[in-house]
């Protein structure tokens, strides 16, 4: 069996323009969370679940999840693909932590951690950054309580992750005058 994971995107309110644009970079993937639906037991062991898997990457998903949340915010004036977008003000970085159904808790939940940075992208520093776990307990305990759970905390994560990072972000400086 395979399951979305299509993370909903939360209600953000859509701040001023800061005049930044942003160049998402697709966020790497821990080696353990690809198509595979994982799993961490009771014993702390990593393991799949036998006949569940996502229909794509789960890195992709959430990649994308987050630069509509971003978009949303209303506060950059363009938000896409870093590959795709000529000298954008600022890069986002990341990487897909965990993405997995926890039995090491009860209730089990699905679990879903995401490190990302914030840069701007001509200069040095770190405008944000943060590791993000979110949680949401599993019905029924299989494939397709795992899938809804994770949609779900995925969708907080990168509804709060818009969020945080669309409040740090600083207007882009005035052009100079001529």
Same mark, same amino acid.
């Given at each position: 069996?395979?399951?979305?994971?299509?993370?909903?995107?939360?209600?953000?309110?859509?701040?001023?323009?800061?005049?930044?644009?942003?160049?998402?970079?697709?966020?790497?993937? !821990?080696?353990?969370?690809? $198509? +595979?639906? &994982?799993?961490?037991?009771?014993?702390?062991?990593? @393991?799949? =679940?036998?006949?569940?898997?996502?229909?794509?990457?789960?890195?992709?998903?959430?990649?994308?999840?987050?630069?509509?949340?971003?978009?949303?915010?209303?506060?950059?004036?363009?938000?896409?693909?870093?590959?795709?977008?000529?000298?954008?003000?600022?890069?986002?970085?990341?990487?897909?932590?965990?993405?997995?159904?926890?039995?090491?808790?009860?209730?089990?939940?699905?679990?879903? !951690?995401?490190?990302?940075? $914030? +840069?701007? &992208?001509?200069?040095?520093?770190?405008?944000?950054? @943060?590791? =993000?776990?979110?949680?949401?307990?599993?019905?029924?305990?299989?494939?397709?309580?795992?899938?809804?759970?994770?949609?779900?905390?995925?969708?907080?994560?990168?509804?709060?992750?818009?969020?945080?990072?669309?409040?740090?972000?600083?207007?882009?400086?005035?052009?100079?005058?001529?």
């Amino acid at each position: 069996r395979q399951y979305l994971l299509a993370p909903p995107v939360g209600e953000l309110s859509a701040g001023a323009g800061s005049g930044n644009t942003l160049g998402v970079r697709p966020l790497a993937a !821990a080696l353990p969370y690809d $198509l +595979r639906m &994982a799993v961490l037991t009771e014993e702390g062991a990593l @393991g799949y =679940l036998p006949h569940d898997k996502w229909a794509e990457r789960p890195a992709d998903t959430v990649t994308r999840a987050l630069t509509d949340a971003l978009r949303a915010t209303g506060r950059f004036s363009d938000a896409g693909d870093a590959a795709e977008m000529v000298r954008p003000s600022l890069i986002l970085t990341g990487e897909l932590r965990a993405l997995r159904l926890n039995r090491t808790v009860s209730p089990p939940v699905a679990e879903v !951690a995401v490190r990302m940075e $914030l +840069r701007a &992208a001509r200069e040095p520093g770190v405008v944000w950054s @943060g590791t =993000l776990v979110e949680t949401e307990p599993v019905p029924g305990d299989n494939g397709a309580g795992f899938a809804e759970a994770a949609r779900l905390a995925a969708g907080r994560l990168v509804t709060r992750a818009a969020g945080e990072m669309a409040k740090a972000t600083p207007d882009a400086p005035a052009p100079p005058a001529e």
